[in-house]
């Protein structure tokens, strides 16, 4: 066997768990084997280059929930995600610093010099519309429309295919950070997405000669399809091209069958109060009964165009409200999700929602022209944790709505001129960190950034356009943009979280198996009936466990105690 152990657990213990663990060490005479005990908190997931999360759906339910919620539990919760939070900021620190040890001209010198990188941590209160909203981005879309499964660093998806022969087949893809075509096409609008794809692949023959009789080149979807279909030699590459373009070919037809055309610019003219010609939107309870009262409109499309309508509007009239709940025939759990929301402050009433006066400020503090953003009317929403991290970087945004900042440090604006921006979109080239890659030519250093680092949690999910906007920022500004929350939501998963806020807190997933077996070592004395109390405590004395040491705390404890935190990184 081993001569010792260093037990190293990924999460904080609480406190009763530790000393159960000591007792049965001490009890087993194994404690004299253990030689450090430490708590890592690092149980976050690192989901793509600028994106981690604790992947904890639980936290959402148990900090809005209703139900035998109190200050404690929400503290005690609280305390975890500041921890792990934490543990990932000194993480990119720690990088940072490593990186500028070994490329001592990293980075160039400044004056005046970078001001420290900058930790924005909000709710999901901040935006309860985004949530709500079908998004026309590849990733967001394809999370939305198709069955897709979560896995630890991205998306698995199955689909069919035809072969050569005619016959079809299931395949199964990971959508993750190393598919360079997924990659470079994630973030792109769904009508630019196909487009890209057939440019993407017309190079891809090209540049390796290839052609089939007469043909060189595709022009749609469906040509892609066919040339696919005769390269057997290129599996790697075909694989790739073949899941993509089956996987937007499935979203535009869900697309059309969900009358998604439709549905989608009521759903922006609500979330933006405008129209695509910048009137107010008028009769909205009339535009919305006719899709409402339609048999084809799923259950789950229904309750978020009503949860939205609430969501977006300044009062909610109660009688517009029934109307549209009778005209839409809801099932129990889509009517408790509307209930619910008044857990994240949108009221269900005439008075204003309890977040309203602070949201007026929020939109006069970051109003911006939206077309600067996006050109397409089914995507004009600018997803408020955008603007607020806009508004951190132009000195913009009011201060008042953030008292809480350890110092104010006036961000330099660094954005690109908003006419070079604009004719640049809607190119979405995906941002890729480089600080930590290693030079390995006199031409290949990194570009520095133009501006410290920026971090964002959000504490109750966070959702596919947020991501999104965290790459589009970093482009804009040449900047490190890092976003992360308790889990990723979709406007799906998010409604069903809503029907369970007031309900019993679900048990939590075990990720490791209960253990079953014996913590006494093979030989040792078996009488356990016979230990007394006296016998436990000599144990203890003569087999003292190690100081239990924590990653991310300074060791400020001098006592050795074993119910503190002690250590450091």
């Known amino acids: 066997m081993y001569a010792a152990a260093h037990v190293h657990f990924i999460n904080a213990l609480e406190n009763n768990t530790f000393n159960e663990f000591t007792r049965l060490l001490n009890a087993a005479n194994a404690a004299n084997d253990i030689r450090s005990l430490k708590e890592m908190y690092v149980d976050f997931l690192v989901r793509e280059n600028c994106v981690y999360t604790l992947d904890d759906q639980r936290k959402f339910l148990g900090l809005f929930g209703s139900y035998e919620t109190s200050p404690t539990i929400i503290e005690t919760q609280l305390d975890d995600i500041a921890k792990q939070v934490c543990v990932f900021t000194k993480l990119v620190q720690s990088e940072l610093d490593n990186f500028c040890t070994t490329n001592p001209e990293f980075p160039p010198p400044r004056d005046p010099p970078l001001p420290s990188g900058t930790l924005i941590i909000l709710d999901r209160t901040i935006d309860p519309i985004s949530p709500f909203l079908h998004e026309f981005t590849y990733q967001a879309m394809l999370a939305d429309l198709l069955p897709v499964e979560e896995i630890a660093n991205g998306l698995k998806y199955e689909y069919k295919y035809t072969q050569e022969d005619g016959t079809t087949q299931h395949q199964e893809v990971t959508l993750i950070e190393t598919d360079s075509v997924y990659s470079s ?310 409604v069903k979280d809503l029907s369970q806020l007031d309900k019993r807190l679900p048990a939590a997933n075990n990720v490791v198996p209960l253990y079953k077996g014996s913590v006494h070592k093979t030989g040792s004395t078996t009488s356990t009936q016979s230990t007394t109390a006296e016998t436990t405590r000599n144990t203890s004395k003569k087999n003292a466990l190690p100081p239990r040491t924590a990653s991310s705390l300074p060791n400020n404890n001098k006592s050795g105690g074993h119910h503190k935190l002690l250590g450091k990184w």
């Not at 006719?290 to 229904?302: N, R």
């Not at 517009?320 to 839409?328: K, T």
């Not at 911006?368 to 009317?377: G, L, N, S, T």
Request: charged share 25%; proline share 5%.
């Open 185 to 494: 096409i994630r973030h792109m609008h769904i009508a630019n997405t196909t487009e890209k794809l057939i440019s993407d692949f017309n190079a891809f023959l090209n540049e390796n000669k290839i052609s089939t009789s007469s043909t060189t080149t595709v022009a749609t979807l469906n040509d892609m399809k066919t040339m696919i279909s005769n390269l057997p030699q290129y599996q790697e590459m075909k694989t790739r091209f073949s899941a993509h373009m089956n996987i937007a070919n499935e979203c535009m037809q869900e697309f059309k069958d969900q009358n998604l055309e439709e549905i989608g610019l009521i759903e922006q003219d609500m979330a933006c109060g405008e129209t695509p010609d910048g009137d107010k939107p008028k009769n909205l309870v009339e535009s919305l009964t006719p899709i409402l009262d339609d048999p084809l409109t799923s259950q789950m499309v229904k309750a978020r165009l009503i949860l939205l309508w609430i969501a977006s509007s300044d009062s909610v009239d109660s009688e517009d409200l029934e109307s549209l709940l009778a005209v839409a025939r809801l099932e129990q759990e889509y009517k408790d999700a509307i209930e619910n929301i008044k857990l994240l402050g949108v009221q269900l009433s005439k008075s204003a929602n309890r977040l309203g006066k602070k949201m007026k400020r929020l939109e006069r503090s970051l109003r911006k022209r939206q077309e600067d953003d996006v050109p397409f009317d089914l995507s004009r929403y600018v997803p408020v944790v955008k603007r607020i991290v806009e508004g951190h970087i132009d000195g913009t945004i009011d201060q008042s709505l953030f008292p809480n900042n350890i110092r104010n440090v006036k961000q330099n604006n660094t954005r690109k001129d908003t006419s070079e921006a604009h004719k640049e979109v809607p190119k979405l080239r995906v941002y890729k960190t480089q600080w930590h890659k290693k030079s390995t030519g006199a031409n290949a250093a990194p570009k520095p950034p133009s501006g410290p680092p920026i971090i964002i949690f959000i504490v109750g999910g966070m959702t596919y356009s947020e991501i999104r906007s965290a790459y589009e920022i970093a482009e804009t500004y040449d900047r490190e943009v890092y976003i992360g929350s308790t889990h990723i939501i979709t406007p799906d998963k998010f």
